[in-house]
């Protein structure tokens, strides 16, 4: 295959320099051994080697979210099966050149924050920095311990026409991807474990190791074990699982600006088990959304007060704030001439020529040439982005004349460069594809200067000939080669600990996700079953008998609507008499409060919250539940309904079945029990009420009984144990008193208590208030007398008290469920307002 | 002239709040023409953690946190301050170069960053259509720069109408140009556009002015308020500061708290609170000139 692709790239005279071949047709020497396995795989093995790294990157939940995209939040992650290569010599080149551009960004960053030399000897201009919203003057003077400010730094780079690489873009303030960079690199040895070994991929772990190294050892109280926190927008970003596959790896508590607070000055993590010291924060939400009180006041992402706790040198936020400021195209255009004057070298890596509208020359360049260039904003907003100008209409040009002629310094024009290509496998055919590569480069404290990660993400844009690689555009990734010897390690800090774990503090806001991540998971199964028992009935019922003359599909369809809150429902005569399409809303409309898939729904994105806790196997299955759910939503017949319930069943119990086998005892584990049990002793108590109270005549009663076990998986235990006719007061025997039952009321009550004990928070002597409540309900469930309550009251016609006693244990986990939330959650919920002082009035 | 303040700002919670985070900035500077005799400020409840700092463009801001309940937050800060005439009082607005040399100055780097800062656009003041042909009336070609300001200034008062309630912070720059309403930070604002329009250095600046009650009636208290105004930069004579709510140039009748790009760098109060509810404002200023004493 690699043939038509050769002979294709030297036919076409195409506009693009080929990553693979050479001006001679022929194969680069450093590609020449990936080309020939390629070549022996051929199209079939390579097909489904790409599937395997579909797969691969599926299991372990590698997405990427899209806001407004049809598909819904999580967007897999698509990955090239043909890496990026670079050989020794060509790494060699970029690597001195990388290190040269941070340390060069870095002395400039402590200019611009410190004596603003450079603005004053005329290297920089004045209002490219003073009309930059990253110009944080709230930052102004900022040190940190060490000579560096910048700790991580991302460049996006491609190759030129003339066969250097280039310089595309900056990325100082939070850049991201090398979680998924990572993700890539480990899906790639899955599958092509041989091909790696053959070329000498060179390992990029030492990046990860590196940069908890320094982050470790950067603290203001030169700490030994400083807790480092990883600050996310949360779930709804779009690299959401970039920030809790990394928090996880890297041992970084993952927190939102929700679970952070500042008091006394201090930064603290709010955890189940009070209030905890914050010393270093790792961001992902950028520099002017970190605090409302400094910067912008519409931020619900950061931390109210952090500003002023950084002042106070109580806590290191990295990159720093104001480090955005580098990220400005404009820069650019004055690096060859800074780098000259400051390291006395010449700027190794060239960046795409850039022309800055503030200069009057330059300006004038641009307007005369904007159908050619690149026009970009200083600073890069979601609402502004690049605009290519070949793309542009006449009157689309005036306008952006017309904008940059007002406000000229916050405009460049870039060159619209043809980059390199490199083969993509797409649809089963190699296809040149235009790529950008992104480097990673980490501050090495222990060494006083940069490392570069020996690799890194690359992205290929989705359409031949376009230059458009990000991941919103639908850009696909590349893992990436370096080839060559690992030079050997120079000295390691002190913490040499390999990436261990953190200290196992479990933030509210998380500890309120696991909690209802085990209710959730809990209402489904119960909802679920109970919609299985109903289907078999009205499957199985008389066919002559309408549904609504079957009286125990009737009480079970009353009984789903009790269970789901979802009244009127089958209270309702007419629903009763055609079940079909209420069942089909009850199944699938997520919309719908109390329908299966909203609480399906409210289990995945606790999950997804949460993932970060949860190990590796239990994403896997999350997924496939996601999947199912997908299958189950387009389903609009009852009768296809059946066998999605079954394989969701199957899925949510291997979710149970994982999480007992791999999530740590610790406290997560015990807020998502504490949950689950709370909600399988509701359902369980809701049920039995909705089925029982109401005496049937002998047949009927038996049925449901027997349905009743069934939705409890205690059938199969009933009859070993009884081995009789089912009855009530067995059936009640079993299923509320009997300790030894998984599914019995006593036994669920007991297990709530006994995973919220690790976890209490201490109130004195004694019982906790939840304690009391449970031991009450505890109680009254041992000493409850089956028979006795299956009696059936003389003047109503039902058992009224075991109606009763149903109620007061239902309200009794209700509020448990409150005071657990009063308890551990409730200092999350807090919501702020701003104020300000009116105008003034003279 | 010295004068006593008295500033008194009073929140009032719906639901109470548990938590707040506040800066203030309502400290006078001391300057070559001010100086302050006093100043202190008073918080209640009294805060957990406060800490006086500088900022860029170096005024003193008081950081300060509330971690308890409370249903009110009362800061009050109180000082005395004696004026002097400054530099440009008196000054004969012809002798001062021509607008265009100082702008040209401006742009070079012998001109102080600090000093050049005040002709960029900032979160309040942006170029908007207009502007230049509104500034240029006064600024015609070669004119003196003080002269010309002091006529934009005269203009701005003319043209404008003093209108209470009518804008508030979010009303966009070019709603003012349109309705020609506003009060004194929106007529502060907009001369700051128009001087910066044609590359001047020009700030903002908040303070006090004492408001003096009709002839014959007693002065109320409290009734006094925070106001604001301009400095334009003028070569040797610095930050020539011009009123055009009252149609003056300030010299010892402004007190003068803070300097910035616009209001959005000095709010003399602003905080976060974590409370359920709205909340009230209400602001009491006196300022109160001391007997002179012969």
Request: glycine share 6%; hydrophobic share 35%; with cysteine.
């Amino acid at each position: 295959m690699i043939h038509s692709y050769l002979s294709e790239r030297t036919a076409k005279d195409s506009p693009f320099l080929d990553e693979v071949v050479n001006s001679k047709g022929g194969v680069r020497t450093h590609w020449q051994r990936l080309v020939s396995s390629l070549d022996r795989l051929g199209h079939e093995d390579l097909n489904s080697r790409q599937r395997e790294v579909d797969n691969q990157l599926r299991e372990n939940g590698v997405t990427y979210n899209v806001y407004g995209d049809p598909n819904g939040m999580n967007r897999p992650w698509r990955l090239d099966p043909i890496p990026m290569v670079f050989g020794q010599e060509d790494w060699e080149v970029i690597e001195k050149g990388l290190i040269q551009r941070a340390t060069l960004l870095n002395h400039i960053l402590r200019d611009i924050y410190g004596s603003r030399t450079l603005i004053r000897e005329g290297l920089v201009p004045f209002e490219l920095i003073y009309n930059h919203p990253s110009f944080l003057r709230q930052m102004d003077k900022i040190k940190l311990p060490g000579d560096q400010l910048l700790i991580h730094y991302s460049a996006d780079l491609a190759r030129g026409p003339d066969g250097k690489m280039w310089i595309i873009n900056d990325r100082t303030d939070a850049p991201s991807g090398a979680g998924y960079t990572f993700e890539n690199r480990v899906a790639m040895t899955r599958v092509f474990p041989e091909m790696l070994r053959e070329n000498q991929v060179r390992k990029i772990t030492r990046y990860y190791q590196t940069l908890k190294d320094t982050l470790s050892n950067l603290n203001w109280q030169n700490k030994e074990d400083p807790r480092i926190v990883f600050l996310s927008p949360g779930p709804g970003n779009e690299t959401y699982f970039e920030h809790a596959y990394l928090s996880s790896f890297m041992g970084f508590t993952l927190a939102t600006g929700e679970d952070l607070t500042v008091s006394d000055g201090h930064v603290w993590l709010k955890t189940i088990q009070g209030l905890k010291k914050v010393d270093v924060i790792v961001r992902r939400v950028d520099d002017v959304y970190c605090d409302p009180l400094e910067f912008r006041i519409d931020s619900h992402l950061g931390v109210v007060g952090l500003m002023e706790a950084i002042r106070q040198q109580n806590v290191l936020v990295i990159n720093p704030l104001g480090c955005r400021i580098l990220e400005n195209p404009g820069l650019m255009a004055f690096l060859p001439r800074i780098c000259e004057h400051l390291l006395g070298e010449e700027l190794m890596l060239p960046s795409v020529a850039t022309w800055w509208c503030g200069q009057e020359k330059e300006m004038q360049y641009v307007l005369d040439n904007l159908p050619f260039l690149i026009i970009k904003r200083i600073y890069r907003t979601n609402e502004h982005r690049s605009v290519y100008g070949p793309d542009l209409s006449q009157e689309q040009i005036e306008a952006l004349r017309h904008d940059i002629m007002a406000r000229p310094y916050m405009y460049v024009g870039q060159e619209m460069v043809n980059f390199s290509t490199t083969p993509s496998y797409i649809d089963g055919k190699l296809e040149a594809r235009n790529a950008v590569f992104r480097s990673y480069i980490v501050a090495d404290a222990a060494n006083s200067g940069y490392y570069v990660m020996p690799g890194g993400l690359s992205r290929s844009s989705p359409k031949q000939g376009v230059f458009l690689v990000s991941n919103k555009d639908g850009g696909i990734s590349k893992d990436t080669w370096v080839l060559g010897e690992e030079p050997t390690q120079r000295s390691v800090s002190r913490t040499s600990g390999l990436l261990k774990g953190g200290d196992n503090i479990l933030p509210s806001r998380t500890a309120e996700n696991l909690f209802w991540l085990g209710r959730y998971a809990e209402r489904t199964v119960h909802i679920i079953r109970l919609l299985r028992a109903i289907l078999q009935e009205y499957y199985e019922r008389n066919i002559d008998n309408h549904p609504d003359k079957d009286e125990a599909l009737t009480k079970l369809l009353q009984t789903l609507t009790e269970v789901t809150l979802t009244h009127p429902g089958f209270k309702d005569d007419e629903l009763l008499a055609k079940p079909e399409k209420e069942l089909i809303s009850l199944v699938t409309d997520a919309g719908r409060i109390g329908s299966l898939g909203q609480s399906l729904q409210a289990f995945l994105r606790n999950g997804y919250a949460v993932r970060d806790r949860l190990g590796l196997d239990v994403w896997r299955i999350m997924d496939t539940v996601t999947e199912e759910w997908q299958v189950l939503q387009g389903r609009k017949r009852l009768n296809s309904i059946n066998h999605s319930l079954d394989n969701l069943i199957v899925k949510l119990m291997a979710f149970y079945g994982l999480t007992i086998d791999s999530m740590t005892r610790e406290p997560s584990w015990n807020v998502f029990n504490a949950g689950r049990f709370l909600e399988a002793a509701m359902k369980s108590c809701q049920t039995m009420q909705g089925l029982l109270i109401e005496p049937k005549e002998t047949e009927t009663e038996r049925t449901l009984l027997e349905y009743l076990l069934m939705i409890n998986e205690s059938l199969i235990t009933y009859r070993y144990k009884y081995r009789s006719t089912i009855d009530l007061s067995g059936v009640l025997d079993l299923l509320l008193t009997d300790e030894d039952n998984p599914k019995s009321i006593a036994y669920q009550l007991a297990h709530i208590d006994q995973h919220l004990q690790p976890v209490s928070i201490s109130e004195g002597k004694g019982l906790s208030t939840i304690q009391k409540k449970l031991l009450a309900a505890q109680t009254r469930v041992l000493l409850s007398d089956p028979r006795e309550l299956s009696k059936i009251d003389k003047s109503s016609g039902k058992r009224e008290k075991l109606d009763t006693f149903f109620s007061e244990i239902i309200s009794g986990l209700g509020e448990t469920s409150t005071l657990i939330n009063n308890m551990y959650f409730n200092h999350t919920q807090q919501r702020y307002g701003y104020v300000t002082t009116k105008l003034p009035e003279v | 002239m010295r004068y006593h303040v008295v500033h008194e700002t009073r929140y009032v919670y719906d639901s109470p709040a548990s938590l707040c985070h506040n800066i203030i900035v309502q400290e006078p500077k001391n300057q070559e023409f001010q100086q302050v005799e006093s100043y202190r400020y008073i918080i209640d409840p009294k805060p957990h953690f406060a800490a006086d700092r500088v900022d860029f463009f170096e005024n003193a801001f008081t950081y300060f946190a509330v971690q308890k309940t409370h249903q009110e937050l009362i800061v009050t800060s109180e000082s005395t301050v004696k004026l002097s005439l400054p530099r440009w009082a008196g000054v004969d607005a012809r002798s001062t170069p021509p607008w265009e040399e100082v702008a040209q100055w401006l742009k070079s780097v012998k001109a102080l960053n600090d000093t050049r800062q005040f002709y960029l656009e900032s979160p309040h003041v942006y170029p908007i259509s207009g502007l230049v042909e509104y500034a240029q009336t006064s600024f015609t070609p070669g004119r003196p720069i003080l002269e010309a300001a002091i006529d934009l200034n005269t203009r701005i008062f003319d043209d404008f109408e003093f209108t209470s309630g009518f804008t508030d912070i979010s009303t966009p720059l070019g709603e003012v140009f349109a309705s020609k309403k506003g009060v004194c930070q929106d007529f502060a604002h907009f001369g700051l556009a128009c001087l910066r329009s044609i590359g001047l250095s020009a700030r903002y600046v908040s303070g006090y002015i004492e408001t003096l009650p009709p002839p014959g009636q007693p002065k109320l208290q409290g009734a006094d308020a925070s106001h604001a105004w301009i400095a334009l930069f003028v070569p040797d004579l610095g930050w020539v500061e011009l009123d055009a709510t009252n149609n003056l140039i300030a010299t010892d009748q402004h007190v003068r708290v803070a300097v910035g790009r616009d209001f959005s760098d000095v709010v003399p109060l602003k905080g976060i609170v974590y409370s359920g509810g709205d909340q009230e404002m209400i602001v009491k200023v006196d300022v109160n000139r001391f007997p002179e004493t012969a």
